[in-house]
């Protein structure tokens, strides 16, 4: 049966089958390959996100996912002193935190294939509109330099332990005008955000042993049914 490939982060991840979402898009380019599991929880950051670990990869599972998504750090980079403060992870623990991730999962399979994903940027602009509308004359309570930040981090703990990253901070950025064109809220994608993220994903995945062309479909193409005998294909592929 079909292969599972798990998208574990934030809200990012958590909207990532809405209208548009990188993680729709991503079961439309493994429809009938691999079953796309979302498991993303809006405003959770990496300290949080430790305690689910166990429940979304139990260990001893026997069908293990063959690769998995993290994708924490937006969160994690609120700043203190501002209004979105109590999601604050100091940037040591974060990269400690991304390490625990990391572990486990290589503890639940070897072979998995993990990406961690970093914070995008932040459009500061954005944030205040977003948060605080006609009365935007307070600060941001997260800024593109400490998303940066935490971004470098990530890609340098994928480094450290040998697992695949996409470094969605720096790769949005090489658009002009990126803030309005991949940020809805300043934060939050939009679908052309959606759209790189999807397409940065699957050439880690198509890297890797994931490429969805060369991966069996899980049942007979109808085109191998024979109408005056249909189960001999199925006797021969499903059984």
């Not at 990532?16 to 079961?27: D, V």
């Not at 950051?45 to 979304?56: C, K």
């Not at 002193?81 to 400690?96: A, L």
């Not at 959606?194 to 060369?214: F, I, M, Q």
Request: proline share 7%; glycine share 8%; aromatic share 8%.
């Amino acid at each position: 049966m079909r292969p599972e490939i798990v998208l574990f982060g934030d809200s990012i991840t958590e909207q990532s089958f809405s209208y548009g979402g990188w993680g729709a898009s991503l079961t439309d380019t493994y429809s009938r390959k691999a079953d796309i599991v979302v498991r993303g929880v809006s405003g959770y950051n990496t300290r949080w996100a430790l305690f689910l670990l166990h429940h979304i990869f139990p260990l001893g599972s026997t069908t293990p996912p063959v690769a998995a998504t993290v994708f924490f750090g937006a969160n994690d980079a609120a700043l203190l002193g501002r209004t979105s403060e109590s999601q604050h992870v100091p940037i040591e623990e974060y990269k400690e935190n991304l390490r625990k991730i990391i572990r486990h999962l290589k503890e639940c399979s070897p072979t998995m294939l993990i990406v961690l994903i970093t914070p995008p940027p932040i459009d500061e602009e954005g944030r205040l509109e977003s948060v605080y509308g006609e009365k935007a004359t307070k600060l941001p309570e997260r800024t593109n330099e400490a998303a940066g930040s935490y971004a470098k981090e990530c890609v340098e703990v994928a480094k450290e332990l040998g697992v695949s990253s996409v470094n969605l901070w720096s790769k949005m950025q090489e658009t002009h005008g990126w803030q309005k064109k991949f940020l809805s809220d300043g934060l939050h994608l939009t679908p052309d955000g959606n759209k790189v993220v999807h397409e940065e994903v699957v050439k880690v995945l198509n890297g890797a042993w994931l490429s969805a062309p060369d991966m069996p479909s899980d049942f007979p193409h109808h085109s191998e049914i024979d109408p005056q005998n249909p189960e001999k294909v199925f006797k021969q592929r499903c059984l």
